[in-house]
Structures are given as structure tokens and as C-alpha cells.
């Protein structure tokens, strides 16, 4: 593990409209020796209005949230080509939702049973380039990437250089670190990452990384 990785403290924003849960998790994060806490959001709208301030490199997000939800603040996030990390803390446990977070750019997603140290754990899971995720989650995902035929998608085996993307992305990796390991433009690893989802038939990195280990073409 990356010696750099133990010592930094990761800052971390939430958007939460339930002032009980925000003071809970800002004690946790005090307490924690490996994050600092950057900001609290009572809403999506608060959120998106100070985003140019500043990000957090972790953002954890309510879905259920007054005005615009969570799910619509993911999109809105990542509309913005946003890097930073996000996991959907919710209570909300039905297909639908959680898929939908996730096609909406969530790089976890975590229900709100998952408290104290134990959420903290799964924060680091994430802050290491990890996709954190409830178990009912992963089950889901992966129940949702093997529907159909049970075949590879169309278009697959991945190339050479979509698998070594998929592998770095996997790792935690962001775009923008992908481009500078792999010395291409972050053009060339975006539309990379377009032919990525096409061949998958995915929507969002965390999908993908399931569906392609899913059919073997990755570690």
C-alpha cells in the first residue's frame, strides 16, 4: 500500500438534509485519523451553488434529499466532468434506486445500516480507490449485469489499451491519472471510456468494472 495513501487525510463533504445524521457523521470524521471534514449541504442546490468553492475528494450524498435528490445531484456533479468520489448513503434499498445512483455516476453506494466504524471503513475503501458498496448492492449490480442471454456483450473482447483503462480505473485511478500513467490526452481516455460502456451496454465506471469481471475480461 502506498505510504502517501496511509498518511494523507482525505477531506470529506456530505450533502444530508437531517441535521441528526450530519452531526453524527461529522463526529465520526473528527474522531478519524484519516479524514477531515470540508463542508455540510442541507440540500443538492446548496451543494451545486458553492460546488466552484472547492470540492471534497470524498462527497457523500442522501438520496433522499428536499428539491432536487440525490440521484439528480450525482448527475448534475459529474455533467460538470467532476473527479471526486462519490457514495450514496441512503435508506433506499430498491433495484431501481440503487441502479439508478450508480448509472448517475456513484462510485458506491452504501445503506444507512452501515454506521459508526463500520462506515468509516468503507469511507477508506473508497478514499484508496475502492467501490464501496452494501452487500444487497453488490448482488444487484451483478444480478443487473448478467440479465439477458448470459453471453459477452457485442463488441467485446475489450483492446488492449480499454482493458489497461478499465484496470487503472478500477484501481481508484481518476481520469486525469489514467491520461498521465498511460502519457495520452484526457480526450483520448474519455472516448476510451465511451467505447467502454458501449461494448459493455453500461453507464457508469463502477458498472463496468463489474460486467467485465463479470465475463472474464479482467482480473
Do not use: C
Amino acid at each position: 500500500m502506498n505510504k502517501n495513501s496511509i498518511m494523507q487525510r482525505f477531506s470529506v463533504g456530505l450533502v444530508e438534509d437531517r441535521e441528526d445524521v450530519a452531526t453524527e457523521f461529522k463526529r465520526l470524521i473528527a474522531d478519524s485519523k484519516d479524514f477531515r471534514f470540508q463542508g455540510w449541504h442541507r440540500s443538492a442546490e446548496s451543494f451545486l451553488e458553492n460546488m466552484d468553492s472547492g470540492l471534497p475528494e470524498l462527497l457523500v450524498v442522501d438520496l433522499g434529499l428536499p428539491g432536487m435528490d440525490g440521484i439528480d445531484l450525482i448527475s448534475a456533479i459529474r455533467s460538470r466532468d467532476s473527479d471526486v468520489r462519490i457514495v450514496a448513503y441512503t435508506v433506499f434499498d430498491a433495484e431501481s434506486t440503487i441502479l439508478a445512483a450508480i448509472r448517475a455516476g456513484a462510485n458506491g453506494y452504501l445503506l444507512k445500516e452501515n454506521t459508526g466504524e463500520l462506515l468509516i471503513t468503507e469511507l477508506k475503501v473508497m478514499a484508496l480507490g475502492g467501490a464501496p458498496l452494501s452487500r444487497r448492492v453488490a448482488e444487484l449490480i451483478l444480478e443487473s449485469s448478467g440479465r439477458g442471454d448470459g453471453n459477452r456483450p457485442a463488441g467485446s473482447p475489450l483492446s488492449q489499451r480499454e482493458l489497461e483503462i478499465l484496470n487503472l480505473i478500477a484501481l481508484g485511478l481518476r481520469y486525469a491519472e489514467v491520461a498521465e500513467k498511460l502519457d495520452i490526452s484526457l480526450h483520448t481516455v474519455r472516448r476510451h471510456i465511451e467505447s467502454i460502456y458501449r461494448k459493455l451496454n453500461v453507464h457508469s465506471a463502477t458498472e463496468a468494472v463489474f460486467r467485465a469481471r463479470r465475463f472474464g475480461l479482467m482480473g
